[in-house]
């Protein structure tokens, strides 16, 4: 079974809405927990990180995400996306052992 | 400049060859890892080393196998037992340990095998 979920791979949507991108994970000890994004031809950069501390984080580029232990989630939101924000997102965790699992990504479309 | 360097970009091989694809960080980073990507898939976790001398099986190891001889180095080697090899792939490093850094990624292979 996948350690890390995401859903919805393609999401499509205009200039100025809300993105919401999904992440779920399975692991059930202490973890880290990333997003990154690769927009096309580039490789992947970090987008935020949660290690302890205030559960929502707030990344670059205006992107924020909430991590709530009881849910195991970590959940990436973003008010206005633009076009630029057309890209892969992966959500990622660092479980026990330095094993580093990635999701299947979601590909966001940004229409202007 | 610091960082992982991942060579070459691009890499062809003919079916039944093993190839060895190349990872080296000078982060002074103690884990390093080895994904592949194919579309729709993510990344997979194929191999990780936390230390010098010492890697542990991903998800998807079958076929591949690694060593972690120094520790700025981690190469790669696709056997031809991997039934799939073609795919672009990717390898990190991170400082590691529950505190540790995100993990830092290198530019990619591309691997081609026909």
């Known amino acids: 079974a996948q350690s890390v979920s995401q859903h919805n791979h393609h999401v499509i949507l205009s200039e100025a809405a809300s993105l919401e991108l999904g992440c779920n994970y399975s692991?059930?000890?202490?973890?880290?927990l990333f997003w990154y994004v690769q927009y096309p031809g580039q490789h992947l950069q970090l987008l935020l990180k949660?290690?302890?501390?205030?559960?929502l984080v707030k990344g670059i580029k205006g992107f924020e995400a909430e991590f709530i232990k009881s849910k195991f989630s970590f959940n990436l939101r973003k008010p206005s996306v633009q076009w630029s924000d057309t890209a892969e997102y992966f959500c990622a965790v660092f479980e026990g052992n330095n094993r580093l699992a990635f999701g299947k990504g979601n590909q966001v479309v940004v229409i202007p | 400049d610091g960082g992982i360097t991942q060579s070459p970009k691009y890499l062809f091989r003919k079916e039944g060859q093993n190839v060895t694809l190349s990872c080296e960080q000078n982060l002074n980073h103690d884990a390093m890892y080895w994904y592949r990507q194919d579309p729709g898939q993510g990344l997979r976790l194929i191999y990780y080393s936390q230390i010098v001398n010492d890697f542990q099986k991903g998800d998807i190891a079958e076929g591949y196998s690694v060593s972690r001889e120094k520790k700025e180095s981690f190469p790669l080697t696709v056997t031809s037992a991997q039934k799939n090899p073609t795919a672009f792939y990717l390898c990190a490093s991170s400082t590691g340990g529950q505190g540790g850094t995100e993990a830092f990624f290198g530019q990619g292979t591309r691997l081609t095998v026909v």
């Open positions: 692991y059930g000890g202490t973890v880290n």
């Open positions: 949660y290690f302890s501390g205030d559960p």
